[in-house]
């Protein structure tokens, strides 16, 4: 059974940083796109960031380019979301998700979701 369990979220004041890790097991991932979508309060689930099984394609929205870098280590089924210079907009829940391939992960096509992890940017 898949399962994917997030960490690191809590709440940072603006210009903070965090890093977001994501923990999968239940098969192999190696070959699957893997990143990361937050939903805000009232709004719908959006598309942050996503990464090829190697590691070497990634993906991120508009919004976070520049500010977030996602990260992939395959030996231990985890991908990670370093997020730099949060905005009181980043204010979300964050989800992991595995899909078959990154670009499809970037069209909200996932296989498998997380539970979450709360992130809170305010002063």
């Known amino acids: 059974q898949v399962q994917l369990v997030e960490s690191g979220g809590g709440l940072v004041q603006p210009g903070g940083s965090l890093r977001l890790s994501c923990a999968a097991s239940?098969?192999?991932?190696?070959?699957?796109?893997m990143g990361w979508f937050r939903q805000a309060p009232g709004k719908e689930r959006e598309f942050v960031s996503a990464?090829?099984?190697?590691?070497?394609?990634?993906y991120y929205a508009d919004s976070v380019k520049g500010r977030f870098t996602i990260s992939r280590d395959n030996s231990k089924n985890m991908v990670y979301l370093q997020m730099n210079s949060l905005k009181p907009e980043d204010t979300a829940n964050y989800y992991c998700?595995?899909?078959?391939?990154?670009?499809?992960?970037?069209?909200?096509?996932?296989?498998?979701w997380g539970q979450g992890t709360q992130v809170t940017v305010s002063s």
């Open positions: 239940g098969r192999t991932f190696r070959n699957y796109g």
């Open positions: 998700a595995v899909g078959d391939t990154a670009l499809k992960l970037k069209s909200s096509k996932a296989n498998y």
């Open positions: 990464i090829s099984g190697n590691g070497g394609v990634t």
